[in-house]
């Protein structure tokens, strides 16, 4: 049976492949796959369909995208992980140079332009977080905060770690999957009312064989943890360290955590110049001061200025390589593993653009629009705008338990209305009963706010 060549996978033509095969030194490719058990090998053609042309294909896949209602659509309240934010046009335009876009992690090793990028990305957010040393952008904050959870493992020598009842359930489950068997998780529990860090539980978990707390601020749920200084002062009593996971786009309005005595901080750069893109576009940074036990502990690359063999020159490259699974290979802590290296470069353009000033700017248009759809939500009877009792910044609980409706009724309507809900939380915290997590950020005008205002009161007068 003669072979098809397929116009999308390279190598197929005949040719090509016995030379190959003859070059490697076997007689067919299925011999390539005799270490896959008889059992498992598919033992009939698989019956594909015709190869589609380029311009079918593209008809195809566009046909599939149109299917999304995008933001540009639809008004959109909805963050829990995934923020809507502007994105400077330049930042785009940055990241899709070819330099940047195409080349992969740190490869190859002579692009020093892209060191050098990803040097000053390290140092812009080390200056935002007031810590010294971040890495080369992991996958997400999820596998930031399991790492940094990780190190502070190693850093100790012990095996559990409390949680903070509010980090984001999806987090959790990274945070554990990635730490279990080797470490023991347990929940510090919350007041119901404010949303704070119940201390006294805390101090009854926080055994001698505790390595470390991590919690997150402004939290998942939206409220501002005001009791950093108290856990810290705790934490340190106990020889454990502090991780906090922070949102970026928060700190040029709120103190970075370690004014309050974190030992490690991580969190997500999405919202530092990346489109949401479905949900995709997430990247994790981690940061620590610039002691000897914390960076030996880092997995991934730290790039940093070097002196080059011509005295007087520098360059950029990584530092303390021997302490990464590319030196120690399987005896490694931690895979180095793939990097988001384009977001944080990415990132590096968004924060040299915004600069202290637009930060805090930004920040300062992200509360009060926030603010005010909270006291337009509270004119709703029946609404509480606001949970908890406590401050917020761009995230806040909005309760519909008195208004006879579930939120998946509340969110079916207003996507009837063209915008896009708060997030249902009544699964993921089924004590606050019909609540929903909304996101208000410095896209959102006042007629935006308004808008949803009036289509609850529309929804719930029916």
Known sequence: MSQKVHPYIPNMVPEVQAEMLKVIGVESIMELYSCIPEELQLKENLQLPPALTEYELRRYIEGILNK???????????????????????CDEINQRSEFLTAYAGEPYEDHGRFQALFEYQSLLAELVD?????????????AAATSIR??????????????????PERSKIIMNYGTPTLEFEYVQFDT???????????????????ALYFENPSYLGFIEAQGQEIS?????????????????SLGVLAPPSHYGADIVCGDLQPLGMHMNYSGG??????????????????????????????????????AYERTSFAQREKGKESVGTQTALWGITAGVYLALLGPDGMQEVGQTIMQNSQ????????????????FESPFFKEFIVDFNQTGYTVEQINQRLLDKKIFGGKDLSLEFPEFGQTALFCVTEIHTKEDIDGLVQALKDILAK
């Open 68 to 90: 999304n209602t995008s933001t540009k659509e639809y008004i959109n309240f909805l963050g829990a992980g995934c923020w809507q934010h502007f994105i400077p046009a330049v």
């Open 131 to 143: 810590m010294d040393v971040v890495n080369v952008p992991t996958f997400d904050w999820g596998q």
């Open 151 to 168: 190190m502070a493992a190693r850093i100790t020598g012990r095996k559990k770690v409390l949680l903070a009842k509010t980090v984001a």
């Open 193 to 211: 009312k404010s949303g704070a860090m119940d201390l006294e539980d805390l101090k009854t978990k926080l055994t001698e064989d505790v390595a």
């Open 233 to 249: 002062n705790l934490l340190k009593e106990n020889e454990s360290l502090m991780v906090v996971g922070v949102d970026p786009i």
């Open 282 to 319: 997430q990247a994790g940074f981690i940061a620590t001061h610039n002691e000897l036990k914390f960076v030996n502990e880092y997995p991934s690359r730290l790039f940093g200025i070097v002196p080059t063999v011509k005295e007087g020159e520098y360059g950029f490259g990584d530092v």
């Open 372 to 387: 005010y759809a909270v006291q337009q939500l509270n004119q709703i009877g029946n609404v509480k705008g606001s949970h």
